[in-house]
């Protein structure tokens, strides 16, 4: 019997929910929950609070690392519009919340259909880059 790979169904889940009760809050009443110092922020499956413009960035940045290397595309830009307009404070067009409708399901399902060893190391690859590309004290 040749072994199987499990489906990446939890760590989809503990991934993309997050991401996706912000954008149903931001769909649902047209605003998203921010924190002491005014910045959006949801809370992740971890109990914890964390703001949503530099983990989208990761997350972008995660997905960016898959298409290259499976050499495939997948529909970030408006993931990437997200970001912009959390991080800068700026409203969020109705044509993101449509595109951003479609994107995630596709997002998710990469996630949870990935084989475990390519999303841990993709993980470990982006926590290096925000690593390296984190502010400078």
């Not at 019997?1 to 047209?30: H, N, Y």
């Not at 959390?86 to 949870?112: C, F, G, K, N, W």
Request: glycine share 6%.
């Amino acid at each position: 019997m040749r072994p199987k790979a499990s489906p990446m169904i939890v760590g989809a889940e503990i991934v993309m929910r997050p991401l996706e009760q912000l954008f149903d809050e931001l769909d649902r009443t047209g605003k998203v929950t921010v924190n002491s110092r005014g910045f959006p922020e949801f809370l992740a499956c971890d109990g914890h609070w964390y703001e949503a413009a530099p983990a989208i960035e990761g997350l972008i940045w995660h997905f960016e690392m898959w298409c290259t290397r499976h050499r495939k595309e997948l529909p970030l830009q408006p993931l990437r519009e997200l970001h912009i307009a959390l991080h800068y404070l700026v409203p969020v067009q109705e044509s993101t919340i449509d595109a951003l409708r479609q994107a995630l399901p596709v997002l998710r399902r990469v996630i949870a259909l990935g084989l475990p060893e390519d999303q841990v190391d993709l993980l470990q690859q982006t926590r290096i880059k925000a690593e390296l590309e984190g502010p400078r004290a």
